[in-house]
């Protein structure tokens, strides 16, 4: 079955500053890659969505490349607040099957 | 528009108990989803519905049951719980695919002694 790797555990990041969390995934039947942010005591809420026809998708502050080649997805905050502290986790999703990496816990310091 | 809904918040059980957790929806959503969260573990998918009267299995369906008998309704059901099914559960649903957006309920913890 499809396994995804998420790097890194933890990041912790200055006010301002960008943040990047990476994404591997096994199976090539992928063709679809969300992010979720949790915050602490609250449900996973969708941030940012990719598809397998798409390298690169921008929402405000906020993107996502994939590199379906390599089976790599990458997450990239810029200007980094302190709201933004929250574990991420990527996924990977097929026709039938949706799977987590196990999250980064992300610290932003003000 | 409550979204999506998980009843109990939290619940402790002794080894061999049986329970049901309820989720409900009502955005009107064909595909519904069980997960469970443990620790550096991410989320795992326990069993999926595509639609009233379907369930599938998922990643991790041993020990679980799972009934759709309503669209808006998913239950899963643990028939002798043991304790490593202590962890949080959420539920979630999408529009009519995988490859939707996933609306997830606030989750149950569960402890199992």
């Known amino acids: 079955g499809e396994n995804v790797e998420q790097h890194p555990s933890t990041l912790s990041v200055q006010e301002g500053d960008s943040a990047v969390i990476k994404c591997t995934y096994s199976?090539?039947?992928?063709?679809?890659f969300p992010w979720y942010k949790q915050e602490l005591g609250k449900r996973p809420q969708l941030i940012i969505d990719?598809?397998?026809?798409?390298g690169e998708k921008k929402d405000q502050r906020i993107a996502v490349t994939l590199n379906k080649t390599a089976k790599h997805f990458s997450l990239h905050i810029t200007e980094t607040q302190p709201e933004d502290s929250a574990v991420y986790f990527c996924?990977?999703?097929?026709?039938?099957?949706?799977?987590f990496g196990a999250g980064t816990r992300l610290t932003v310091k003000p | 528009n409550a979204g999506v809904t998980q009843t109990p918040k939290f619940r402790v059980l002794k080894t061999g108990q049986s329970m049901t957790l309820l989720c409900a929806q009502d955005?009107?959503?064909?595909?519904m989803y069980w997960y469970r969260q443990d620790p550096g573990m991410g989320l795992r998918l326990i069993h999926y519905?595509?639609?009233?009267?379907?369930?599938a299995k998922g990643e991790v369906p041993d020990g679980y049951n799972v009934s759709r008998l309503k669209k808006q309704n998913f239950l899963l059901g643990l028939e002798s719980a043991a304790p490593s099914q202590t962890s949080v559960y959420f539920c979630?649903?999408?529009?009519?695919?995988?490859?939707?957006?996933?609306?997830f309920g606030p989750g149950t913890r569960l402890l199992v002694l």
């Open positions: 199976d090539s039947a992928s063709n679809y």
């Open positions: 996924a990977a999703s097929t026709n039938n099957d949706m799977r």
């Open positions: 955005m009107n959503h064909e595909y």
């Open positions: 519905s595509v639609g009233e009267g379907t369930t």
């Open positions: 979630a649903s999408s529009r009519d695919s995988f490859q939707e957006t996933q609306y």
């Open positions: 990719i598809r397998s026809n798409v």
